[in-house]
C-alpha cells in the first residue's frame, strides 16, 4: 500500500479504500528514540524557534522518512498546519486538504467525507466496508479504557499508548487487533493498582512527555483513569454512519462540545483531579481559561514545548499537586468521621 501521512486523526476508512496506508506522522515524531533531531531538521530548514514542536517534528519526518503525500487537517486541528501544507509542497510533496465542519453535522460531515473519497478516487461504500472491519479494533481500544478506569489493571501510559494509536493503528490494524488482544489476556491476569491512588483525567492534546509524566504521576501515588484525546482517537461512541462518526468525535468541534465529554466522563470514572497539558505557542492553550472555569475539581496546567522529558521545576509542581489531593482527601475523611 502507498503511504500517505496524515497530521491528526482523520476519516481513515476513505484512505484505507483508496488503498493507501495512513502513517500518523506525530506518532512517529514523538516515538523516535531522539525527537530533537526530527525539530532540528525543521529549524535548519529555517522554522521558527516559537513555532509548536510537533509541527517541527511533523515535518522532520517528512523530510527524513521522505513522505511523499501528506493529508493535512486545515480546520479543526492546528492553525499552523495551512503553512506547514505550502512548506510541504515547496519541498515536492503532495498535499491534500481536509477540513472537519465548523459544527458537529452530519449533513456538513457527509459532503467533506464525499470531497475526500472522490479527491482519492475511491467511494463511501468503500469506506464504509472498511469502517466495519475496524470495529473489532475499536471496540478492543474501548475494552483496554474500561480496564483501566474501572478494573484498575491497565496503566495510564498503557491506555494512552493504544488509544493515541487508534489514529493510523499503528499502520497496520490486522497486527494492532492481534497484538491489543493479546494485551487484554495479559492485562486481565495482573493484580490491581491499588484502590488508595488518586485517580487524574488527562485532558488536552497528548503531551511531549509521553511515558515520563504517566510514570512520575504513579511515582507520586496516582494515576491516570481518562486520556481525553486519545479515548476520542478510538471513536467512543457506537454510530450508524460514518458521518455520524465522525461527527460525535469532539476534537475538531467547539471546547464547549469537548466539555460535555469531560465532564460526564470525570464523574462516570470517579476523578480526584485534572490536568491540562497545553503545548507552547499553541492556540488551544487559550482554553485553558474556560477548563478552569468549568471544572471543579483540583486542576493543574503544564505546558510543555520541545523538553521530551519531566524538568525538575514541572516534577516539583505535580508533586505539590499530588499533596494537595492528599491533603482534600484526609479533610474529606475528617468531616466524614465528624
Known amino acids: 500500500m502507498k503511504r500517505i501521512g496524515i497530521t491528526t486523526t482523520v476519516p481513515i476508512e476513505i484512505l484505507l479504500a483508496a488503498g493507501y496506508q495512513p502513517v500518523d506522522l506525530n506518532n512517529i ?58 512548506v510541504l509542497k515547496l519541498k515536492g510533496i503532495k498535499t491534500i486538504p481536509f477540513a472537519f465542519p465548523a459544527q458537529p453535522d452530519p449533513g456538513q460531515m457527509q459532503k467533506a467525507l464525499e470531497e475526500l473519497a472522490k479527491t482519492l478516487n475511491t467511494t463511501l461504500d468503500a469506506a464504509d466496508r472498511v469502517r466495519e472491519e475496524l470495529k473489532p479494533c475499536r471496540q478492543l481500544a474501548l475494552k483496554l479504557d474500561g480496564l483501566t478506569w474501572q478494573e484498575g489493571v491497565v496503566s495510564g501510559y498503557e491506555n494512552h499508548l493504544w488509544l493515541v494509536s487508534a489514529s493510523d493503528f499503528n499502520r497496520d490494524y490486522r497486527n494492532y487487533q492481534r497484538e491489543l488482544e493479546e494485551l487484554i489476556k495479559q492485562c486481565l491476569k495482573r493484580q490491581p493498582y491499588p484502590s488508595d491512588y488518586h485517580r487524574i483525567a488527562y485532558i488536552g492534546v497528548p503531551s511531549v ?24 482517537f478510538a471513536m467512543p461512541h457506537p454510530t450508524p454512519s460514518l458521518a455520524e462518526q465522525y461527527s460525535r468525535y469532539t476534537y475538531p468541534y467547539s471546547i464547549y462540545d469537548r466539555l460535555k465529554d469531560i465532564t460526564a466522563e470525570l464523574k462516570r470514572r470517579r476523578v480526584d483531579g485534572v490536568i491540562h497539558y497545553v503545548q507552547a505557542f499553541c492556540h ?17 496546567t503544564l505546558e510543555g514545548n520541545d523538553d521530551f522529558l519531566l524538568t525538575q521545576h514541572l516534577k516539583t509542581r505535580v508533586e505539590a499537586f499530588i499533596d494537595m489531593l492528599q491533603r482534600s482527601r484526609r479533610r474529606t475523611k475528617i468531616a466524614e468521621e465528624v
Do not use: H
Open 209 to 232: 512527555y509521553g511515558q515520563d509524566l504517566y510514570k512520575y504521576l504513579e511515582s507520586q501515588g496516582a494515576r491516570v483513569v481518562f486520556n481525553e484525546i486519545q479515548r476520542q
Open 29 to 86: 515524531f514523538i516515538s523516535d528514540a531522539n525527537p530533537e533531531r526530527l525539530v532540528n531538521i525543521a529549524e535548519k530548514a529555517g522554522f521558527p524557534l516559537n513555532c509548536c514542536s510537533w509541527i517541527k517534528g511533523i515535518y522532520g519526518v517528512c523530510m527524513e522518512q521522505k513522505i511523499d503525500t501528506v493529508l493535512c487537517v486545515t480546520t479543526g486541528d492546528c492553525s499552523n498546519t495551512v503553512m506547514l501544507m505550502e
Open 284 to 300: 488551544r492553550g487559550i482554553g485553558d481559561i474556560i477548563f478552569r472555569d468549568a471544572i471543579k475539581l483540583p486542576f493543574l
